[in-house]
């Protein structure tokens, strides 16, 4: 059940990052297209490519880790014993456990206080820049 449920989280993460990256894709080839064509850029379109780039790296992470498909050098890993590989594995996950939680704690902070000025873009379209 557990196993099930963290895949199609995992899934749904993945999915949503390559909506938001055909989106961007999108949005960058139709901004060149109306700058050369029409001399009309999208408005903030560069200022929204670079907010939401983040969130398509972020939630494709937990699909990478469960299919194992994060870069790994096992030059030294290789060579240990089985125990001490697990042992190896193990602590690599506490330590990225460890330093997302941080990210996430200042993520949270910056966000909290960008939301209670209520902050926005500097761009020709304002947005509010605290969920992103």
């Known amino acids: ?5 963290l895949r199609a989280i995992a899934l749904a993460g993945v999915a949503a990052s390559g909506a938001l990256l055909l989106l961007l894709a ?9 700058t050369y064509l029409f001399n009309r850029p999208i408005p ?5 490519a670079a907010a939401i780039l983040p969130a398509t790296i972020t939630l494709a992470l937990a699909w990478s880790q469960r299919q194992r498909s994060h870069i790994d050098v096992d030059i030294v890993v290789a060579k240990l014993s089985s125990s001490w590989q697990s042992l190896s594995e193990f602590l690599s996950i506490l330590a990225g ?3 997302f939680l941080l990210l996430l704690y ?4 910056l966000a909290l206080e960008s939301w209670s000025i209520g902050e926005t873009a500097v761009a020709a379209v304002q947005f509010p ?3 992103m």
Not at 26 to 34: A, E, F, N, Q, S
Not at 106 to 109: Q, Y
Request: hydrophobic fraction near 60%; proline fraction near 3%; glycine fraction near 6%.
């Open 26 to 34: 999108v949005l960058g080839t139709t901004d060149v297209v109306w």
């Open 129 to 131: 820049v605290w969920p």
């Open 1 to 5: 059940m557990t196993s099930s449920l």
């Open 106 to 109: 200042g993520a949270v902070e």
């Open 97 to 99: 456990l460890a330093f």
């Open 44 to 48: 903030a379109a560069t200022e929204f």
